[in-house]
């Protein structure tokens, strides 16, 4: 028997391993008390600031960070200087930080009002234009974009903090000689989402940025190719494996989103199969495979009765983003992995992209549906609005220590958090300290080998996470559990804000207004206005349909009361209706439950005839009293 090795008797070894589970229990039941999701949303914005490359400007919360990169595009003249470095490097990747304005954006679109109570929402509009800055920059010609500053492979030789830094700063472009559609596709949605949230309080930098998403959509959409081909050295950290046919549909969709132009309507709808919308059912979302957020957002759309000519197709996306949804549940025909203490597992090497990405869709697709008033139907039956919030509220509850191990994955939050974390910047003593000169090497045996907690705090940063069976070591050298990412957290953002501030009677399929920072508290609602019933006019002396409204809720938005009305139109005759024309006059907002004609509204795409007895259903939103709703013409047969 080997030295130092202690036998134990069965039944001792089940007593150990029975104490060990009951304290591995207990320390999850403690974190597992209500969350500070406030406190979670700041520090998640905080990390941003610890990414910044450039000029540091002088409301720099993260004090322990400086300069760097100031000579960043110089050697291609042009200026580069500025953006976020991706993870734990010193390299800026133009994909994944594109990818992480556009979710951070997202999350601004559809929860700043929350974010503006939280006292959050200027940070974060800091956070995205930090990033925007840069991509205008890296875009300085119509059929141009740098996508990589730096070299990864010298970069990852080193280990230095940033305002060290001695590695090649080489920049590296796409062109239409050496095209990639997936940058410029990202990079066209992250200048959309983001225009959105600077279109009330900057709209002269809002039109900037749109500009710049159309020029670089055409740019994608003219000159197809993949970027990793055009810029060879990414291959080994962010290739596109997914190919660019999910980007040019993101990019279009976001520029929908921005614009209500048709024309990006019409593209989703004529390249939904082509390109991938339409035929694939995913089970992951995050930097380089978008199909589910396309999905997740042409669904909109149709909940907003924006479809049009274009329904058929988007109804196969809506499918699909039926299909990501169950299979996060694990009620679909192929569900996702699951750790032990209940995580989405995707792979071994920051898990916790997905899982953030994957939550994040969860609640703005429960938010959707729960507006419009529909539910998912999954192989195993049906899932209500409220069962995908739930789901995505315990990952964040996970994430924040709600997990076997009562470990938050949230750098600087909650009691036990990583202090080893595989970062340059905040490993190495900061330079306001220690000015002292870190050299490439010499970072790895003063600084990388070091058994102690780093002696920056990283604030905020959400690291790679636990492995499948939801163990977690906290090394600096291991680098697919302790190394965070900024597309770790742009997603929690927007998810953060929603889970503090909650739904407030919000209808996300509104049209979108950011509020500018500090909102005043919202008004109580008015009263509802109950429309009478009434039998609808028609010509002639008998009418065999009714119509019944009611309004059936009501809330406060940017200091207007909006209603959603409930119309039943029943069929009280003794025959089957066809050909149903339906007029709505004084309607001053979207409807859904309908299909849209020239001269006003017929069946909704699903239903051919009325029979006799028989209803249906449609609703619309606006902030008046209730529209004018009369048959015109109709066949009974």
């Known amino acids: 028997m080997a030295a130092g090795f202690r036998y134990f008797p069965l039944f001792e070894m089940g007593r150990i391993m029975f104490l060990v589970n009951l304290f591995l229990l207990s320390l999850a039941s403690a974190a597992s008390a209500s969350h500070d999701y406030q406190k979670a949303l700041s520090k998640s914005i905080l990390f941003f600031e610890a990414q910044r490359s450039g000029y540091l400007p002088r409301n720099q919360r993260v ?13 291609n003249g042009v200026d580069l200087v500025g953006g976020y470095y991706d993870a734990g490097d010193n390299v800026k990747f133009g994909l994944p930080m594109a990818f992480t304005i556009t979710m ?14 939280s006292g959050e929402l200027g940070h974060a509009m800091a956070a995205v234009k930090w990033g925007t800055d840069y991509l205008i920059k890296a875009h300085p010609e119509p059929y141009v974009l740098y996508g990589e500053v730096g070299d990864g492979n010298s970069d990852h030789y080193c280990w230095q903090r940033p305002e060290d830094m001695t590695t090649n700063r080489q920049a590296y472009r796409i062109d239409t000689a050496h095209p990639g559609s997936d940058l410029a596709g990202e990079t066209a949605a992250a200048m ?10 900057d709209p002269a930098y809002s039109n900037q940025l749109l500009d710049h998403a159309k020029q670089l959509f055409d740019f994608a ?8 081909f055009s810029i060879s050295v990414v291959q080994k950290y962010y290739r596109s494996v997914s190919g660019y046919g999910d980007e040019l549909l993101w990019a279009a969709a976001w520029l929908h989103e921005a614009t209500d132009e048709p024309y990006y309507l019409d593209y989703l709808g004529s390249n939904g ?11 992951e979302f995050g930097w380089d495979v978008k199909y589910a957020g396309v999905q997740v957002l042409v669904s ?3 909940l907003q009765g924006k479809a049009a000519h274009n329904w058929q197709v988007f109804e196969k996306y809506r499918q699909n983003a039926d299909f990501f949804m169950c299979s996060c549940l694990g009620k679909g025909s192929n569900n996702v992995q699951r750790t032990p203490g209940g995580l989405l597992f995707r792979q071994r090497w920051n898990n916790l992209q997905f899982v953030t990405s994957a939550s994040f869709l969860l609640t703005i697709f429960s938010d959707y549906l729960q507006s419009a008033g529909q539910n998912v139907k999954c192989s195993s039956g049906v899932v209500v609005p409220s069962d995908l919030f739930n789901f995505a509220k315990s990952q964040v509850d996970y994430i924040l220590g709600d997990n076997p191990r009562g470990t938050s994955y949230m750098v600087g939050y909650g009691s036990t958090y990583p202090q080893q974390v595989h970062h340059r910047a905040s490993s190495i003593v900061s330079i306001k300290v220690d000015d002292s000169f870190v050299s490439c090497r010499g970072g ?8 102690a907690s780093d002696p920056n705090l990283l604030d905020g940063a959400i690291v790679g996470g636990p492995d499948a069976y939801d163990n977690f070591a906290d090394e600096r050298d291991n680098y697919e559990q302790t190394e965070p990412a900024t597309y770790n957290n742009a997603p929690l953002v927007g998810l953060l804000a929603r889970l503090h501030g909650g739904n407030g009677g919000f209808n996300q399929l509104l049209p979108v207004v950011i509020t500018k920072p500090n909102v005043p508290t919202r008004p109580k609602p008015l009263p509802i206005p109950q429309p009478k019933p009434s039998p609808v006019p028609v010509t002639g002396a008998f009418s065999p349909f009714t119509v019944k409204q009611t309004a059936t809720t009501s809330w406060i938005a940017q200091g207007r009361t909006y209603y959603r009305y409930s119309v039943i139109v029943n069929n009280k005759s003794s025959k089957t209706a066809k050909d149903l024309k339906i007029i709505v006059s004084k309607l001053y907002g979207p409807i859904w439950g ?10 909704p795409p699903w239903l051919e005839a009325l029979p006799a007895g028989k209803s249906f259903e449609f609703v619309y939103i606006h902030s008046a009293t209730p529209a004018d709703i009369w048959i015109s013409g109709y066949t009974l047969v």
């Open 104 to 117: 951070m954006s997202w999350g601004i679109v559809e929860y700043g009002k929350q974010m503006a109570e």
């Open 221 to 228: 959409d003219k000159y197809r190719g993949k970027y990793d």
């Open 594 to 603: 309908l299909k849209k004609v020239v001269d006003g509204y017929n069946f």
């Open 273 to 283: 199969g082509p390109l991938g919308g339409t035929g694939w059912s995913m089970t």
């Open 300 to 302: 909109k759309f149709l």
């Open 444 to 451: 790895y045996a003063t600084w990388f080998s070091r058994k």
């Open 63 to 75: 004090n322990w960070r400086g300069n760097s990169g100031l000579l960043d595009g110089k050697a």
């Open 192 to 201: 959309a989402a983001a225009s959105i949230v600077f279109r009330r309080s």
